[in-house]
């Protein structure tokens, strides 16, 4: 038997990963994007093609419509503003009185045919959540492209204007993502809280920019993460350091325990990281669960066991580590 540097990650839970009641239905409408960040789990770029059709837009408003349990609609990509369905979900949610989340780069909102995207959420109270890894420049542009802090800061003064942190009904949440690490050096995710604190005082003192809640996401091992680790020999040793924090606290509150993510063609996964890795959801027969069979089964309550990875570890180090920031 081929002996691994690290623990296969099931054999670290006491008992199986069960789902609970979906209450989040997390929705990535494609891989294009306009930027190609260095560390993208998605491995999304300018030139990626793969988006959602027409067809799976239908099901997933039908879906919408049909689950009175869904809570929260998240959106994601790539950009997932620039998918022809985009408005279409967005809409068919608020109508049906969910919160609506956008995981948003900001930066589109400067690219043809996007300008009116701020007001757009305001006028649909959309949740913005924003990626701005770190408060200083030359980190965010390092990690994201030249010029991206600054029109991160343009857009985010935009979204302020229109009301966004200021009134309770327009949210707009920061996520910071750690350097990629480039030696054996390497830490978690910094306290949540105190960084938020830091992040506002720097952000207020500096741009006059005022924002919600700062989420703090561990890199894991996916996409161009995991190409950045391989190519640093550094794959191996990162896991070992996140096995080494593995918190169990974490395992209660993971998102996936809650949530369906849904790929461009209609497949479903337990998450976004198992979206990329490619490991779908399966039903009780063995087949790849996709919106169609929730359709036709009248049921998201389809799936017995969350589909574990040695990636996981990264959601389940020290804090753990989600979407929505840290997890305990
Ligand atoms: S991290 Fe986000 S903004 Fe950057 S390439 Fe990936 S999807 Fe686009
Ligand atoms: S990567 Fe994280 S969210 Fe996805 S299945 Fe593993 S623990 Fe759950």
Partial sequence: MIKTAFTP????????????????????????????????????????????????CEQLIELIHRFPEIKIVDLTGGAPEMNYGFKLLVEAANKNGNQVIVRSNLTIYFEDGFGD???????????VVASLPCYLQDNVDKMRGHGVFQESIKALRSLNELGYAQNPN????????PQLPTSEKFSLTPDQ?????????????????????????????????????ERTKLYAPYLQFLEANFNPNTLEH??????????????VYDCDFNQMMNLPVKTREGEILTVTKLLEADSLDLIDEVQTAAYCYGCTAGCGSSCGGALV
Avoid: W
């Avoid at 995207?117 to 949740?127: G, I, T, W």
């Avoid at 996936?256 to 209609?266: A, F, N, Q, T, V």
């Fill in 117 to 127: 995207l701020p007001e757009y959420f305001a006028k649909h109270q959309v949740r």
């Fill in 254 to 267: 993971l998102m996936c325990r809650d949530e369906l993510s849904i790929d461009y063609l209609g497949n």
């Fill in 9 to 56: 990650f099931k054999d670290k839970l006491t008992a199986p990963l069960t789902k609970k009641q979906i209450t989040v239905l997390q929705i990535n409408l494609g891989k294009r994007c306009n930027l190609s960040c260095n560390h993208c789990h998605v491995e999304a770029s300018p030139k990626r093609t793969e988006e959602m059709t027409p067809e799976i």
């Fill in 170 to 177: 327009l949210i707009l949440d920061l996520v910071y993502n």
């Fill in 193 to 229: 809280g105190k960084l938020e604190r830091d992040y506002k005082m720097f952000l207020q003192e500096h741009f006059n920019i005022v924002f919600n809640n700062l989420f703090t996401i561990t890199n894991l091992p996916v996409g161009r993460t995991k190409f950045h680790l």
